[in-house]
C-alpha cells in the first residue's frame, strides 16, 4: 500500500513554498524513481499519454502542435510522433501523425494503439498496429458525426475528442472534449468500420448521478470532460471494473457501471482544498511498475516499489484554483481526496501502470 502518511502536507504548505522544480522529481523512500526516457530525436517534445501494448510502452509527443491541428508556433510543425519503446527505455519505433495526439490506449484485440488527435474541434481517430506492413500500420478514420459538425444530435458538441479507454470486450470509449453545446455526450463509444469512426453517446455531460459521499442523487453538470480510465476488477475496489471519467476543470471524477453513474469531488491536502486532476490509474497488481510522463522535462520517469494492488495515483493540474502540476497524488477513491507521493515534477501528465 501506498504510505502516504508519513510524507503529507498541508495544501496551504505546499502551495506557498512551490519553487523551481528539482533537477528530479522525489519519490517516498521505499520507493525508486529512474529516467525511462527522454526525448527521442530533436525536434521532437511534449509528451503527454502514455499506453502499453503487447510488451512495449507508447508514448505521444505533441510538438506543441495546437487543440485544433494548427502547426507550433515555434517549429511550424502540424504533426505529433507516435513513440514506441522496449521495457529497458530503448526506441523500438516511431510514427507522425497529423495534428495533436491527446489520447491514447492499447487495444490488443486489434493489435494496434488507438489514438486520438486535437481536442477542441477538427478531431479524428487513428489505429496504429507495429506488427503490419509498414504501409498499412497507420489507419486514419474520420468521426461521423464530426463532433464540432453542425447538427442537434447529443453527439454534436462543439468540441473535439480527448482520452481513450479500450474496454476487455473490444469496446472503445472516448472523452468527448471542450464542448460548447449543451446538452451534449460526455463520452462517445466508438465503432471502427472501412475509414469511419463511428460515434454513439454513452452518458451526456447533465445526466444523473449519485454522490459518492452523500449517496443523494444529482444532476451533473460537467464543462471539461478530459482523461478516463478503467478502475481494475477483482481487487476489492468498490469501483472496480468501472469506467472513470477525469471531468478536469469540474473538479470532479464520474464513475461509470452500466447506465449508473457516481460523481466523486475531489479534494487536495489536510486542508481539503478543491482540486483537479490531468489523469489517474490504478495498480491492477502488487509490485505493479509505474511510468510517469514529465511534459516540460520531456522525461518519463519509471518507478518502482510496494505498490499494492488497487493503489490509485493522479497527476495534479490545479488546487484550490492554482496551478500544481508538479506533483503525481495518491487517490483515495472512497472520499476523493488527494496527498502528495511524488513531487517535483515540472508538469506531471500521463500516468500508466504495468504489472
Same mark, same amino acid.
Given at each position: ?157 462543439? #468540441? +473535439? ?5 479500450? @474496454?476487455?470486450? /473490444?469496446?472503445?470509449? !472516448?472523452? %468527448? $472534449?471542450?464542448?460548447?453545446? *449543451? ?74 457501471? #452500466? +447506465? ?5 469531488? @475531489?479534494?487536495? /491536502?489536510?486542508?481539503? !482544498?478543491? %482540486? $483537479?486532476?490531468?489523469?489517474? *490509474? ?74
Amino acid at each position: 500500500m501506498i504510505p502516504t502518511k508519513p510524507f503529507l502536507l498541508s495544501a496551504a504548505v505546499l502551495l506557498g513554498t512551490a519553487g523551481p522544480a528539482a533537477a528530479r522529481p522525489v519519490a517516498p523512500p521505499a520507493f525508486k524513481l529512474k529516467v525511462f526516457a527522454g526525448a527521442p530525436s530533436h525536434g521532437i517534445s511534449a509528451p503527454d499519454d502514455i499506453t502499453y501494448l503487447n510488451g512495449h510502452v507508447y508514448v505521444a509527443w505533441q510538438n506543441g502542435v495546437g487543440t485544433k491541428g494548427e502547426p507550433a508556433a515555434k517549429t511550424h510543425t502540424a504533426t505529433s510522433q507516435l513513440v514506441e519503446y522496449a521495457k529497458s527505455g530503448r526506441v523500438v519505433n516511431s510514427w507522425s501523425l497529423a495534428g495533436k495526439i491527446d489520447g491514447i490506449a492499447g487495444a490488443p484485440g486489434l493489435k494496434a494503439v488507438v489514438a486520438t488527435a486535437n481536442e477542441d474541434g477538427n478531431s479524428h481517430l487513428f489505429t496504429i498496429r507495429p506488427s503490419a506492413r509498414r504501409s498499412r500500420q497507420v489507419h486514419l478514420y474520420r468521426y461521423a458525426p464530426a463532433p464540432d459538425s453542425r447538427g442537434t444530435s447529443m453527439v454534436h458538441t462543439g #468540441g +473535439g475528442t480527448d482520452a481513450v479507454t479500450v @474496454l476487455a470486450n /473490444g469496446r472503445i470509449l !472516448v472523452s %468527448a $472534449s471542450a464542448p460548447s453545446r *449543451r446538452p451534449a455526450t460526455a463520452t462517445f463509444r466508438v465503432i471502427l468500420h472501412g475509414t469511419t469512426a463511428h460515434l454513439f453517446p454513452m452518458f451526456s455531460d447533465n445526466a444523473k448521478a449519485t454522490d459518492a459521499l452523500t449517496g443523494t442523487s444529482v444532476k451533473l453538470h460537467l464543462t471539461d470532460p478530459d482523461s478516463n480510465a478503467l478502475v481494475p476488477a477483482g481487487l476489492g475496489d468498490p469501483f472496480g471494473g468501472q469506467y472513470v471519467l477525469d471531468s478536469q476543470g469540474d473538479r470532479q471524477v464520474i464513475f461509470a457501471k #452500466g +447506465g449508473a453513474l457516481t460523481r466523486e469531488k @475531489l479534494t487536495y /491536502g489536510d486542508n481539503s !482544498v478543491p %482540486a $483537479s486532476i490531468d489523469d489517474v *490509474r490504478w495498480a491492477p497488481a502488487d509490485n505493479s511498475t509505474l511510468y510517469v510522463v514529465d511534459a516540460k522535462a520531456n522525461t518519463i520517469y519509471r518507478v518502482t516499489g510496494p505498490f499494492s494492488a488497487d493503489d490509485a495515483l493522479a497527476s495534479m493540474d490545479t488546487v484550490g484554483g492554482k496551478t500544481f502540476g508538479g506533483t503525481v497524488a495518491s487517490f483515495n477513491d472512497g472520499d476523493g481526496s488527494l496527498t502528495p507521493f511524488i513531487t517535483g515534477c515540472k508538469a506531471a501528465k500521463g500516468l500508466l501502470f504495468i504489472r
